[in-house]
């Protein structure tokens, strides 16, 4: 592939999915990471850590429900009553010491606890969820939890959540969270 074309690609790949490592998209330009490296410094596209913390910094509304110190995750993106993102990296301690997969209630917690933060109220509680686990997460690979509200009543909205790991779905839930304000339920 010609370096333009290939810095077209990384370009677009990098705007569309800012979570892209550098390895990933290496297997996708058939090249080394080195060049991919080499590519992105051209472009002026930054590492993944700093793409992730300028997201953090400059995308998430305050988080009502929750500490942020609550979720399960680095919150990278948050707008009240609409989406919001978060990572969440398979330590050792996350996972069964005799095959080294993630224990489920650890990627549950994630897709919870992010669907919680996105309420707007003071007051939000998981009601009900319907998850699934799509296929097992090994010990170091990168949970990044996408959270959307697609159904919104004033106390009651629906919120889909799926996680993915180098852009497969891993998990997937739907949960329905109720909030409250100080005084009580919102009607």
């Known amino acids: 592939m010609p370096k333009k074309e290939r810095q077209r690609l990384i370009k677009k790949a990098f705007s569309d999915d800012p979570f892209i490592t550098d390895e990933e998209m290496a297997k996708r330009c058939g090249v080394s990471i080195q060049t991919i490296r080499l590519d992105r410094m051209e472009l002026g596209i930054p590492e993944l850590r700093e793409r992730i913390k300028h997201m953090a910094e400059n995308n998430f509304d305050r988080v009502r429900s929750l500490a ?7 919150v990278i993106d948050i707008q009240l009553d609409h989406s ?14 005799r095959n080294r997969i ?27 969820a319907g998850i699934r686990f799509v296929r097992p997460v090994r010990l ?6 996408y959270a959307q509200v697609f159904n919104k009543q004033s106390s009651r909205l629906q919120i889909n959540v799926q996680t993915k790991v180098n852009g497969e779905i891993v998990f997937q839930g739907v949960f329905d969270v109720y909030r409250a304000e100080e005084d009580g339920w919102v009607k």
């Open 68 to 74: 942020l110190e609550e979720v399960i995750g680095e």
């Open 84 to 97: 919001g993102i978060s990572i969440f990296e398979i330590k050792k301690e996350h996972v069964f010491a």
């Open 102 to 128: 993630a224990r489920g209630h650890y990627l549950f917690a994630q897709a919870n606890s992010l669907a919680v933060a996105i309420v707007d109220a003071e007051v939000a509680l998981t009601a009900s």
């Open 140 to 145: 170091g690979e990168k949970c990044i939890a």
